[in-house]
């Protein structure tokens, strides 16, 4: 079976090996952008399943690089990332598929990535 | 013959008899009846006069009724002779048959006689046989002339009553005297029907007849009784006299050409002194049972009662006269006292000075006002000390001054009313005659002036009579010269203080003298009249004086209402004490916070209130005693003389707390202070909207904070966490596998407090409300933590209704509360009881915990709301924080702790319809 490409987009990236190391573990091809800016740019030469946005990140935050992704018409599935949990409730305007509050446990997150990936 | 004696035959027909009004038609009847029930040939009746001692024949059943009240027979005839004895030839006229026999029966009535019957018999055998029948009528007979005797009497009652009710002539309508006696003699002479009748009067030391009836002047021989007549005798007399003896009317004859039968003489007394007498002569004869010929006792005892009443009228009417009299000066006196009074008002309404004295001198020279011929007005010049002519109106010998004079008089008939008169002729006087072209000659030192000091200086009104300045005339010399009359009054015009000037005021002329009452209301007249003169000399100055006054109390006015209305629209008490610590003012504000009104308190000592008012006390009494230390420059050039004293916990009786400012009362002119002003102002309101206000400030800044560290830490901390999960993995070595979960726990646990610090500080913006059933909350979240209840060996007690309870929130948020406290009440627990209620109210789905345990402390129940704050050794200590947050400002609900000796309750009440923070704001607003 061939390798789901997940992308992953955080401007900590202690934070994003973790999650590539996690996920790797997990069977999915991860690749890793530091801000919104290059992942719009990865993005329109590569095809990703999945793409996982921290939402604080300097110059462009998650959600708008959500927006713009949407805009593209690519399809792949979105998933937000924070620290905050008070995003929650505004999931639906939001283009994002799924939202996930980062933790040391990736219990959550495998879980929510093979739910919309199946 | 002699008949049985029917008296019920009798009764009858005497009671038949009753009818007739005429009581010599009864006795005449009654006769008849007699003689026809007794058998005699007739019968005659006779009434006892007690007064004249004799009997007189009232009634007979004869024919021949001529004797009928003629016929009397002493009492005298009867003496020592037996009653019933045949009274032979003296009654016979009581016989129709000289040679029958008569029989007198006396008819005696309880003891006593009342008359006597006479039956006219043929034999003198059948005597005892009528006494015997006149025996058993004898009774009904006494009742039956008693009875028409009083009768009789009640008659004479009547004309004695008719007469002296006749004489009730009301003096008011009666013109003269004359018309009085006129009157009493007219209805006299016809109630007792009498023939003449006269008065005669005193008149200077003579008896003069005054006034007759029933004669003309023809018949009068003498008006005034010569000074031999007898009548003037019976002045003296103490009663009045009746005289029937013919040769005893000589003196009479004398006055009047008249037959005298009889008379009556009667003095007439007034106000107990003799005033004349009254005479009644002859009798008219009318049909009676009395011979009406002569006057008799009757009309005597008749005479005496109408001559008091004589007296009386003619009292009334003297006095009638005087009152009249009286009324008339009175009548007089007041409408000079209104003249005086005209003359004063036409002065007053005047404003130049010239006008005013020739108002007064008008007024004095009218006749509506004193009717003096001349007015002379002198000025007083204080300095020279000299009284110097002014004005002179009046009569005179110039022809140019008469002319004056009589245009004044007969200008006064053109005016309606005397003030207006005054006034419209002062403006036209003309004053060029021959008085006045000499005025400035006319100068009296009143100094050394017997008469003139005690009008000038004393202020008196002197009334000059020849016989008074006979040794002072040489005084006066001048002015007796220059007035041409020894007569005349001095009229000072008196101001408030002294004497303005001098009116002299003379009758030359009409050499008119003036009365007691004129002096006094010319007294009246000078000290008025000097008043207005006075207020029009110092006018502008008067005026100018009261306007200021009138700045002035406007101001104070104006500035005591300010301060009032400043003081009570204040916020603040204020109660302003005076050094000694007496309370002086207490305003509005003061009576609502310390429920005292200001009548109450107003004049006692501060320190009399309370304790708290003491402590009051006691500050401002360091305030004035710094004040009065010597100090007083230094802290008066300086600000900090006044002590504030912020949010001041004044008594726990209030609870309030108060801004309270003292500040010393000064008087600035004496440099000391007189009190100390105290203003309290109530501040608990503000105090506890900024403390909340920094609670809240606080907490949010605290929030801010701590989501900023929390999120700053996240990341590090998932990465720890996470590789330390990884490392974990891929590690043997069972000691590094053990250390690495500590640190995976711990991360795990730093985690958690993060997310509830992110929690505190979310804002409330995200929460979603829905419709949700309350009670199946609770019991889902006791699902969940039941075996945690029961694993403390705690018991757990609920009560929760069947019936669904809708609230309109956060469900997730509410859950969270609620685990919050069931995990605390679980925590505070050891083998204890949890009693958990739900119930519901009008507005709230409510949740109480109770759980037993030490209570929370007093000082201790706000704080455990604040974030942080802990007693458990484990947890962050928001958790309370986040929960009231919830529940009060997400849900506008209430989290509250009450406690108990040995347990403490959390309760939560919830609004069922929602009030969101958007709801909330409007509320805000709208209220």
């Given at each position: 079976?061939k390798?789901?490409?997940?992308?992953?987009?955080?401007?900590?990236?202690?934070?994003?090996?973790l999650?590539k190391?996690?996920?790797?573990d997990?069977g999915y091809?991860v690749?890793?952008?530091?801000s919104?800016?290059?992942?719009?740019?990865?993005?329109?030469k590569?095809?990703f399943?999945?793409?996982t946005?921290?939402?604080e990140?300097?110059?462009?935050?998650?959600?708008?690089?959500a927006?713009k992704?949407?805009?593209?018409?690519k399809?792949?599935?979105?998933i937000?990332?924070?620290a905050?949990?008070?995003?929650r409730?505004?999931?639906?305007?939001?283009?994002?598929d799924?939202?996930?509050?980062?933790?040391?446990?990736?219990?959550?997150?495998k879980?929510?990535?093979?739910?919309?990936?199946? | 013959?002699?008949?049985?004696?029917?008296l019920?035959?009798?009764?009858l027909?005497?009671t038949?008899v009753?009818?007739?009004?005429?009581t010599?038609?009864?006795?005449?009847?009654?006769?008849?009846?007699?003689s026809?029930?007794c058998g005699?040939?007739?019968?005659s009746?006779?009434?006892f006069e007690?007064?004249?001692?004799l009997l007189?024949?009232?009634?007979?059943?004869l024919?021949?009724?001529?004797w009928?009240?003629k016929?009397?027979?002493?009492?005298?005839k009867?003496?020592?002779k037996?009653?019933n004895?045949?009274?032979?030839?003296e009654l016979?006229v009581?016989?129709g048959n000289?040679n029958?026999?008569?029989?007198?029966?006396?008819?005696i009535?309880?003891?006593?006689?009342?008359?006597?019957?006479?039956l006219?018999?043929?034999?003198?055998?059948?005597?005892e046989?009528?006494e015997k029948v006149?025996?058993?009528?004898?009774?009904?007979?006494g009742?039956?002339?008693?009875?028409?005797?009083?009768q009789?009497?009640?008659?004479?009652?009547?004309?004695?009553?008719k007469?002296?009710?006749s004489l009730?002539?009301?003096?008011?309508?009666?013109e003269k005297?004359?018309d009085?006696f006129?009157?009493f003699?007219?209805?006299?002479?016809?109630?007792?029907?009498?023939e003449?009748?006269?008065?005669?009067?005193?008149?200077?030391?003579?008896?003069?007849?005054?006034?007759?009836?029933?004669?003309?002047?023809?018949?009068?021989?003498?008006?005034?009784v010569?000074?031999?007549?007898?009548?003037?005798?019976?002045?003296?007399l103490?009663?009045?006299r009746l005289i029937i003896?013919?040769?005893?009317?000589?003196?009479?004859?004398?006055?009047?050409?008249l037959?005298?039968?009889?008379v009556?003489?009667?003095p007439l007394?007034?106000?107990e002194?003799p005033?004349?007498?009254?005479m009644?002569?002859n009798?008219i004869?009318?049909k009676?049972?009395r011979?009406?010929?002569?006057?008799?006792?009757?009309?005597?005892?008749?005479?005496?009662n109408s001559?008091?009443k004589?007296?009386?009228?003619?009292e009334?009417?003297?006095?009638?006269?005087?009152?009249?009299?009286?009324?008339?000066?009175?009548?007089?006196?007041?409408q000079k006292l209104n003249?005086?009074?005209?003359?004063?008002?036409?002065?007053?309404?005047?404003?130049?000075?010239n006008?005013?004295?020739?108002i007064l001198?008008?007024?004095?020279?009218?006749?509506?006002?004193?009717?003096?011929?001349?007015v002379?007005?002198l000025l007083r010049?204080k300095n020279?000390?000299?009284?110097?002519?002014?004005?002179?109106?009046?009569?005179?010998?110039?022809?140019?001054d008469m002319?004056?004079?009589?245009?004044?008089?007969?200008h006064?008939?053109?005016?309606?009313?005397?003030?207006?008169?005054?006034?419209q002729?002062?403006?036209s006087?003309?004053?060029?005659?021959y008085?006045?072209s000499?005025?400035?000659?006319?100068?009296?030192?009143y100094?050394g002036?017997?008469?003139?000091?005690?009008?000038v200086?004393?202020k008196?009104?002197?009334n000059v009579?020849?016989?008074l300045?006979e040794?002072?005339r040489?005084?006066?010399?001048q002015l007796?010269?220059?007035?041409g009359?020894?007569?005349?009054?001095?009229?000072?015009l008196?101001g408030k203080?002294e004497?303005?000037?001098?009116?002299?005021?003379?009758?030359?002329?009409?050499?008119k003298?003036?009365?007691?009452?004129d002096?006094?209301?010319?007294?009246?007249?000078?000290?008025?009249?000097?008043l207005?003169?006075?207020?029009?000399?110092s006018?502008l100055?008067?005026?100018?004086?009261?306007?200021?006054i009138?700045?002035?109390?406007?101001?104070?006015?104006?500035l005591s209402?300010?301060t009032e209305?400043?003081?009570n629209s204040?916020?603040a008490a204020?109660?302003?004490i005076?050094?000694?610590?007496?309370?002086?003012e207490?305003?509005?504000?003061?009576e609502?916070?310390f429920?005292?009104?200001r009548?109450?308190?107003?004049?006692t000592?501060?320190?009399?209130?309370?304790?708290?008012?003491?402590e009051?006390?006691?500050?401002s009494?360091s305030?004035?005693?710094?004040a009065n230390k010597?100090?007083?420059?230094?802290?008066?050039?300086?600000d900090?003389?006044?002590i504030?004293?912020?949010?001041?916990?004044l008594?726990p009786?209030y609870?309030?707390?108060?801004?309270i400012k003292?500040?010393?009362?000064?008087?600035?002119?004496k440099?000391?202070?007189?009190?100390?002003?105290?203003?309290?102002?109530?501040?608990?309101?503000y105090?506890?909207?900024?403390?909340e206000l920094q609670q809240?400030?606080?907490?949010?800044?605290?929030?801010?904070v701590?989501?900023?560290?929390?999120h700053?830490?996240?990341n590090?901390?998932t990465?720890?966490g996470?590789?330390?999960?990884r490392?974990?993995?891929?590690?043997?070595?069972d000691?590094?596998?053990?250390?690495?979960?500590?640190?995976?726990?711990?991360?795990?646990?730093?985690?958690e407090?993060?997310d509830e610090?992110l929690?505190?500080?979310?804002?409330?913006e995200?929460?979603?409300?829905?419709?949700f059933d309350?009670n199946k909350?609770v019991?889902?979240?006791?699902?969940?933590?039941?075996?945690k209840?029961?694993?403390?060996s705690?018991k757990l007690?609920t009560?929760?209704?069947?019936?669904?309870?809708?609230?309109?929130?956060?469900?997730?948020?509410?859950?969270?509360?609620?685990?919050?406290?069931l995990?605390?009440?679980?925590d505070?627990?050891?083998r204890g009881?949890?009693?958990i209620?739900v119930?519901?109210?009008?507005k709230?789905?409510?949740f109480?915990?109770?759980?037993?345990?030490?209570p929370?402390?007093?000082?201790?129940?706000?704080?455990?709301f604040?974030?942080?704050f802990?007693?458990k050794t484990?947890?962050t200590?928001l958790?309370?924080?986040?929960?009231?947050?919830i529940?009060?400002?997400?849900?506008?609900?209430?989290?509250?702790?009450?406690?108990g000796?040995?347990?403490?309750?959390?309760?939560?009440?919830?609004?069922?319809?929602?009030v969101?923070?958007?709801?909330?704001?409007?509320?805000?607003?709208?209220?």
């Amino acid at each position: 079976m061939k390798k789901r490409k997940v992308l992953i987009v955080d401007d900590e990236p202690n934070v994003a090996l973790l999650i590539k190391e996690e996920l790797e573990d997990e069977g999915y091809d991860v690749k890793i952008c530091k801000s919104g800016k290059e992942a719009l740019e990865v993005i329109e030469k590569e095809k990703f399943d999945l793409i996982t946005l921290d939402i604080e990140m300097p110059e462009m935050n998650g959600i708008e690089v959500a927006g713009k992704i949407r805009a593209m018409k690519k399809d792949v599935k979105i998933i937000l990332l924070t620290a905050y949990s008070h995003y929650r409730s505004d999931l639906s305007s939001w283009a994002a598929d799924a939202y996930v509050v980062k933790g040391s446990d990736f219990s959550e997150l495998k879980e929510t990535i093979k739910n919309l990936l199946r | 013959m002699i008949m049985e004696f029917d008296l019920e035959k009798f009764i009858l027909e005497i009671t038949r008899v009753l009818v007739f009004r005429d009581t010599e038609d009864v006795f005449n009847k009654l006769s008849e009846i007699i003689s026809e029930n007794c058998g005699a040939l007739s019968s005659s009746l006779m009434m006892f006069e007690e007064n004249r001692k004799l009997l007189r024949l009232v009634g007979t059943s004869l024919v021949d009724k001529t004797w009928v009240r003629k016929l009397k027979i002493p009492l005298s005839k009867f003496e020592n002779k037996d009653f019933n004895l045949l009274l032979g030839n003296e009654l016979g006229v009581l016989k129709g048959n000289p040679n029958n026999l008569g029989i007198v029966f006396p008819v005696i009535f309880e003891n006593k006689l009342v008359g006597a019957l006479f039956l006219e018999v043929s034999n003198r055998k059948d005597l005892e046989e009528f006494e015997k029948v006149f025996k058993g009528f004898q009774e009904i007979l006494g009742i039956l002339m008693v009875f028409l005797m009083e009768q009789t009497e009640l008659k004479y009652e009547n004309i004695r009553l008719k007469l002296i009710e006749s004489l009730d002539i009301n003096v008011v309508e009666v013109e003269k005297i004359e018309d009085i006696f006129q009157r009493f003699l007219e209805r006299v002479s016809r109630i007792l029907e009498v023939e003449y009748t006269a008065i005669w009067t005193f008149e200077s030391e003579n008896l003069v007849l005054k006034a007759w009836k029933g004669f003309s002047e023809n018949e009068i021989i003498n008006y005034i009784v010569p000074k031999d007549n007898k009548l003037l005798d019976m002045i003296n007399l103490e009663k009045p006299r009746l005289i029937i003896d013919k040769d005893s009317f000589e003196f009479l004859k004398r006055l009047l050409n008249l037959k005298f039968k009889s008379v009556i003489l009667c003095p007439l007394y007034v106000d107990e002194k003799p005033f004349g007498l009254i005479m009644l002569a002859n009798k008219i004869e009318t049909k009676h049972y009395r011979p009406y010929k002569h006057l008799d006792e009757f009309e005597l005892s008749m005479v005496i009662n109408s001559s008091r009443k004589l007296s009386l009228l003619i009292e009334n009417f003297i006095n009638k006269k005087k009152l009249e009299e009286l009324i008339e000066t009175q009548k007089k006196q007041i409408q000079k006292l209104n003249a005086v009074y005209k003359i004063i008002q036409a002065m007053n309404y005047s404003y130049d000075l010239n006008n005013i004295f020739k108002i007064l001198l008008i007024g004095l020279v009218s006749e509506l006002g004193f009717g003096f011929d001349r007015v002379l007005l002198l000025l007083r010049d204080k300095n020279k000390q000299i009284l110097k002519g002014k004005m002179w109106l009046g009569i005179s010998e110039d022809r140019k001054d008469m002319e004056i004079y009589e245009k004044l008089k007969k200008h006064l008939s053109i005016y309606g009313d005397f003030a207006d008169y005054l006034r419209q002729e002062a403006l036209s006087l003309d004053l060029s005659g021959y008085l006045n072209s000499n005025l400035e000659n006319i100068q009296i030192n009143y100094i050394g002036n017997d008469i003139f000091e005690r009008v000038v200086l004393r202020k008196a009104l002197v009334n000059v009579q020849p016989q008074l300045i006979e040794e002072k005339r040489n005084e006066l010399y001048q002015l007796i010269k220059i007035l041409g009359t020894d007569s005349f009054v001095c009229i000072p015009l008196t101001g408030k203080q002294e004497v303005l000037g001098v009116i002299i005021a003379d009758n030359k002329y009409s050499q008119k003298i003036l009365s007691e009452s004129d002096i006094k209301l010319l007294k009246l007249l000078s000290s008025s009249a000097g008043l207005v003169i006075e207020t029009r000399m110092s006018l502008l100055e008067i005026q100018e004086k009261n306007r200021e006054i009138e700045r002035k109390s406007n101001y104070y006015e104006r500035l005591s209402k300010f301060t009032e209305e400043l003081l009570n629209s204040l916020d603040a008490a204020i109660i302003v004490i005076k050094t000694d610590g007496m309370i002086i003012e207490w305003n509005k504000r003061a009576e609502e916070f310390f429920g005292k009104t200001r009548e109450q308190v107003i004049g006692t000592h501060l320190k009399t209130l309370g304790t708290e008012f003491a402590e009051l006390y006691d500050i401002s009494a360091s305030v004035y005693y710094k004040a009065n230390k010597g100090e007083l420059d230094k802290i008066y050039e300086s600000d900090d003389d006044t002590i504030v004293l912020n949010e001041y916990f004044l008594s726990p009786r209030y609870g309030k707390y108060f801004n309270i400012k003292f500040t010393p009362l000064r008087n600035i002119n004496k440099n000391t202070f007189d009190g100390i002003i105290i203003m309290l102002e109530d501040v608990t309101e503000y105090r506890n909207l900024t403390r909340e206000l920094q609670q809240q400030e606080k907490l949010a800044m605290l929030g801010e904070v701590a989501a900023r560290v929390a999120h700053e830490i996240r990341n590090p901390l998932t990465v720890i966490g996470g590789f330390a999960n990884r490392l974990k993995k891929k590690i043997s070595d069972d000691k590094s596998k053990h250390y690495l979960e500590i640190i995976s726990d711990e991360v795990k646990r730093l985690e958690e407090i993060l997310d509830e610090i992110l929690e505190f500080g979310k804002d409330y913006e995200t929460v979603e409300f829905e419709n949700f059933d309350f009670n199946k909350l609770v019991r889902e979240i006791l699902e969940l933590y039941g075996d945690k209840v029961l694993e403390k060996s705690t018991k757990l007690k609920t009560e929760i209704p069947e019936k669904e309870i809708i609230v309109f929130g956060d469900r997730k948020r509410l859950k969270q509360v609620l685990i919050n406290l069931l995990k605390n009440a679980i925590d505070a627990t050891n083998r204890g009881k949890i009693d958990i209620k739900v119930y519901e109210t009008d507005k709230n789905a409510c949740f109480s915990i109770k759980n037993n345990g030490k209570p929370i402390p007093e000082e201790l129940k706000d704080k455990i709301f604040m974030p942080f704050f802990t007693t458990k050794t484990d947890g962050t200590g928001l958790g309370l924080a986040i929960s009231k947050k919830i529940v009060e400002d997400e849900h506008s609900g209430k989290l509250y702790l009450e406690t108990g000796d040995d347990w403490n309750k959390f309760v939560v009440e919830i609004p069922k319809k929602g009030v969101g923070k958007d709801e909330k704001e409007k509320g805000i607003n709208s209220g």
